[in-house]
């Protein structure tokens, strides 16, 4: 068969396929396109051993690879001659027939180029396209390239064309084959260049990879393909960018965070060398360049297969380091990432608690709340995921100081409680791990915050109890939730539902107001309400003008009132409510205004007051479930509480709802089950029931009269023999729900006033109390009989004696003791003391003088340090009972104006000196006391005074519980006087400021003030004046730091107006005055201002001024004047012993370093820890801790001294007397130990004395008393006539109460220096531990009512009494029968 034939350019023969003829350029499209399909077809065919083939067609080969070929504008041209010229490669392989290196390059590139005509699948072309790629591909022609110089341009050009056609409409084969084509030629090659590598690279980056996401994955499986291969090309140049910082070598530089990521997930062997680098970036000095590596290795780390933290150790500790960083973004994203990190790898969360525990404390409040976003993301996802400490993390957080902080955590607490134990979505034991949330929760309730108070309300509406549930299942988990919380979040929650109905109450009245007619009062009395409305919403300033606005609206709308009435009446349900807030919501709502502020604040207030959760159907459901409970149906055991608690709690629950939603109460059907559990053995849960009679059973009389015929008879049994809050609530109940009370309560009291009996003190508490509180409620009816009661028996027969002698010498060396231990004696005693208070309080006047003599017997029952008869038959726990009963008694005299007026300035300290008694639970519940009826602005203005003593406390906790109590009564009482424009008026009253004169007059009668120079006690006064002055001063509102200093230097114009005619007195009061000037010169910047005011001094404390005169003279030394000013460092502290004479009425001395500073004392059944070892040894703290208990007779502590020049000689008889006091101290009562302990009492009396000085509290006053005083009885009483008698010599068991016989020149010596405070006990006998007289009260039984005086026996009576000689300097005298002669063993 004859092949046509033609000659080439350059002469050569070219052949062509059978039934082609000759291609020329002379020849159209069509014919050339037709004519190069048969030869495609006809290379198609051959392979590569048809040698004579080859050979025949070579020329034609060469042919087609010429200029006309690879330039031809059309397409279709193009692509048959790239198809020929892959098969011509296939066939010639592995040698081309070109050997020219320029013709290669161009053949490759044309045919590159027409690989593009691959992106359109639908092309009626694409077939040949893809056998054009596929012929490639399969015979690796590219590889030819290797031997071009310019090779990597065709590479790059061919991997450019590969990623840009690639699309989704391509199948697997064409990926495959650009795969292989594209492997090839980096498997085979000597190396990726940078251009090649960036042209894979490329498809990675973010804008590229959305872009085409075809080619990204296309670059992602080549890259794994050839990982090995190409993984020294990616180190190399991350190397360049990272390390040397070459930015110019890749255009793809500043992505390169963004590659390595990429690389990462692709595969982490590519990136095996990069690491390293990543670790060196971390520490670079460019915040942003770490800011960028963090977040790229958050990625790293957090992503969900990630195993870099446990294959890379170095760089995971080093990124973690990074929660450290100095950059605040940097931390940020380090916080960001560990919500990732917890939820995709838990096991690397012991790793991040201790970094997210110090960002939880981070300065940066985004960072602090990013912290708790992170957590709480994760144990939202899974509890698991959070252990108990990064839970604590965010419990730390709920009182971070900034609110976005608090209420994200608040919020992320309340949603994880939700989840997991209201809804258990996953089982108990993740309910048990977060059940502590709900406490936690209302604990915040106490804080100041109104914020945090409305956020609390709002949790417990919405997470801990949701409104929305039907009201069963409502009432069921505010039951059991109730049963389980701690007291303090059930007062927290009490005191919720508390604050909502005084807020109902306000609105309630501003509706009252709205009906009345306008006029001056009636606006008055409508802005104060506003603003007391205002006080309870969110930013009381915006509030203010928000609840204005609010009340015009109310003024305007009549529908808007209706609405708000019905919302606040004690009928409206639960789903009443929510009808009434969305009317009024509704009607406030402006469609104009998407962001309302002023409907958000009103929406606040009703959210407040609106009664979501209760109301009768509520109520009845509650009484069901307690029912269950009490008959063993209910599921107590399976939520977590037993029936008894769920019982108590229950009857707790409905108790608190009865105050606050009493008409909701009103059934026959809840009433029987009250009744049910008033005959129940758990007392609690018999008084909870009687107080929610007491509450809501107004309308039982008329309503209900099956009710009240089972009633009364069981409130009368209650009376008489129920507990003693019980008989207190059932003479309550009676009092308030009963017409004819008089009856009912006459029916209580003659026979309980008839059947008292001291000899029984176990069955007289109970008619006490039912006694006490007939005659407070009913005086005009028992205030009569009620004397004869007192007289004959609460004072003749129960006070003033002692039957029972429990201990022995009155030794037992506890100060306090559980309720249970006390003795009935004593219980009858205190509820003996509270009966006279009530007798008092009801008849509120003093016509009889009963509260004169009174306070004269509570006054010397603190003399007597609670011990009476003086007979020590009674021990120390129970003589601190009677010394804080007999304190609160005159605390609670004090609030009726009536009886204030007659209190004494002598039984006013003597009140004060309480808060500094031995005992450190005394000191606490009389300071709970005095703070609370301070704040309800019932105690007159001078008893805030007495928390100045606290200074002296030993006790750290007990001073800043004191500081906060001030700071709080402070607050309370500016803004009374804000509120309030009447208070104006009553300034002297109610102004803080005006405590001052008060605080200087208590300090200058304190009994430690014996010695007017002593710069001890000087400092001692500072610190007590600087207690007060400290909170008094935090602001200088209307200039008041001049106004103290006036009112200070106004004083010292003045005398003591409780002993005028005293020179020393009154120097002491002056002295305190320059101290105090001292105090405040130092500490404020604008003293010397001119004061507002003149102030007005209490003339009870002072005398008028003299107009004559000034007293302009500094009564300080210039040393004292200068030690104050400079404040000196306080001497080191050495052992000693507190067991010395007392130095006031109502307390022992007392150090600082007495007991542990967070209280260690409380607990008074501890024992005596032993004695320090090295007495001499110095302390560098301010205030030592020891191990001795506060509440022990005779511990050894550290006090602090005054160092004194001596010999070195007497140093070892100083420590060897420390030794063995501690010694006898702890030695056993025993007769082996008689001799010693004498020997070590001989050794204490001839010891040099050391002379003590707390750094807080009562020190011993004999230590500042003169050397005659050394051998005096160390239990001898020393100040306010307050007595330690001491035992007989024949005990050998107490060797330390050894009697000492004094020398009448010592027992002149000892009356002058004491400062004694005594009470005129006048005709009542006190005599000592020998028995030779006794504790006597002369009065008359036969006496009527009405003629009889209670205190008879206490009238002043000159017969048969010599007169001590004491200093009439303002102390109370004391007039004591002679003892018999040679009687006389102590003072």
Known sequence: MAFPQSKSADGKIIIYPPGVKEITDKISNDELVKRLKMVVKTFMDMDQDSEDEKQQYLPLALHLASEFFLRNPNKDVRLLVACCLADIFRIYAPEAPYTSHDKLKDIFMFITRQLKGLEDTKSPQFNRYFYLLENLAWVKSYNICFELEDCNEIFIQLFRTLFSVINNSHNQKVQMHMLDLMSSIIMEGDGVTQDLLDSILINLIPAHKNMNKQAYDLAKVLLKRTAQTIEPCIASFFNQVLVLGKSSVSDLSEHVFDLIMELFAIDPHLLLSVMPQLEFKLKSNDGEERLAVVRLLAKLFGAKDSELATQNRPLWQCFLGRFNDIHVPVRLECVKFASHCLMNHPDLAKDLTEYLKVRSHDPEEAIRHDVIVTIITAGKKDLSLVNDQLLGFVRERTLDKRWRVRKEAMMGLAQLYKKYCLHAEAGKEAAQKVNWIKDKLLHIYYQNSIDDKLLVEKIFAQYLVPHNLETEERMKCLYYLYASLDPNAVKALNEMWKCQNMLRSHVRELLDLHKQPASEANNTAMFAKLMAIAKNLPDPGKAQDFMKKFNQVLGDDERLRVQL???????????????????????????K????????????????????????????????????????????????????????????????????????????????????????????????????????????????????????????QKAKRGTPRQAKQAVHCIHAIFTNKEVQLAQIFEPLSKSLNADTPEQLITPLVSLGHIAM????????????????????????????????????????????????????KVQAIKLLVRWLLGMKNNQSKSANSTLRLLSAMLVSEGDLTEQKKISKSDMSRLRLAAGCAILKLAQEPCYHEIITPEQFQLCALVINDECYQVRQIFALKLHKALGKLLLPLEYMAVFALCAKDPVKERRAHARQCLLKNISIRREYIKQNPMAHEKLLSLLPEYVVPYTVHLLAHDPDFTKIQDIEQLRDIKECLWFMLEVLMTKNENNSHAFIRKMVENIKQTKDAQAPDDGKMNEKLYIVCDVALIVITTKSTTYNLDSPKDPVLPT????????????????????????LLTGKPKPATVLGTVNKPLSAAGRRP???AAGLEMGSNISGNSEPSSPAPNRGREQNSEVPETEVSENEENPVILLTVVPAKTEKKDEPVRNKTSTERGKKRTAPAGSENIQQITEERKSEESAAPVPPKARRGRPPKAVSESNTAKNSDPNKAAGRGRKRVAASQESPAEPETTNVKVPKQQETNVKRASAQRQMDLQRIQVLDSDGYSVMDLESTPESSAEELDLFKSCESSQNE???????????????????????RQRL
Request: with cysteine.
């Open 777 to 828: 409620l009913a005086p005009d009816q028992f205030a009569s009989p009620m004397k004869s009661v007192v007289a004959n028996f609460i004072v003749k027969d129960l006070l003033m004696n002692d039957r029972v002698c429990q201990f022995p010498g009155g030794k037992n060396g506890k100060l306090w003791t559980p309720n249970e231990e006390v003795s009935p004696e004593v219980l009858a």
């Open 593 to 716: 205004q998407p962001t309302n502020p002023f409907l958000e604040m009103v929406k606040f207030l009703l959210e407040r007051i609106a009664p979501v959760h209760i109301d009768s159907e509520a109520i009845s459901s509650l009484v069901k479930l307690m029912n269950k409970s009490i008959e063993g149906t209910a599921d107590d055991e399976e939520e977590g509480v037993t029936p008894d608690s769920a019982i108590r709690a229950g009857l707790e629950l409905l108790k608190v709802l009865s105050f606050t939603h009493p008409t909701s109460f009103h059934s026959s059907e809840t009433y029987e089950s009250l009744l049910q559990c008033l005959k129940m053995e758990d007392d609690k849960v018999a008084e909870a029931a009687i107080q929610i009679f007491r509450n809501t059973g107004h309308k039982i009389e008329t309503d209900l009269l099956q009710i009240r015929s089972t009633l009364i008879p069981i409130l009368h």
């Open 1100 to 1123: 009870k404390f002072f005398t008028p001024p003299d107009k004559d005169s000034s007293n302009n003279k500094c009564y300080l030394s210039d040393e004292a004047k200068t030690l």
């Open 1361 to 1383: 009494v010599d007169n001590t000689k004491l200093a009439e300097r303002g102390f109370l005298k004391v007039r004591r029968k002679s003892m018999p002669k040679g009687r």
């Open 565 to 591: 009435e019905l919302l606040i009446s004690p009928a409206c349900s639960c789903k009443q409510a929510e009808v009434c807030v969305r009317e009024i919501t509704r009607k406030l709502a402006n469609p």
């Open 1150 to 1152: 007392q150090d600082r």
